[in-house]
């Protein structure tokens, strides 16, 4: 994997578990933005979940409604997630990076 996609999965972690929510909605502004790395807001969204669910709804509306990757960041069960579900989310090397997480944690 390239340093630059991980890095930008690492710092969506990091501001999903302790950015403030201002710092949040920027980071989801600027990825939704991003079309080669929009998948990225699935771990930011699941990241918050915890600790701010308004937040975290705040961030996964940024994705398509009702996709799936909307609903894993959200909480839900929602089965295996596959490289192909999420392909139109982020780059080969985005999705690449962010899929054993999906699968850890779905």
């Not at 929510?21 to 933005?33: F, Y």
């Amino acid at each position: 994997m390239s340093q630059p996609v991980r890095i930008a999965f690492g710092l969506a972690l990091i501001v999903g578990w302790r950015g403030s929510r201002d710092q949040v909605r920027s980071v989801a502004n600027a990825l939704s933005a991003a079309p080669l790395r929009r998948v990225f807001l699935v771990a930011l969204a699941r990241a918050r979940l915890d600790q701010d669910p308004d937040g975290a709804r705040e961030v996964a509306d940024h994705l398509p409604a009702g996709h799936v990757a909307q609903r894993w960041a959200l909480g839900e069960d929602v089965g295996a997630i596959y490289a192909d579900t999420l392909s139109e989310l982020g780059s080969v090397a985005a999705v690449a990076e962010i899929l054993p997480f999906v699968r850890r944690d779905g």
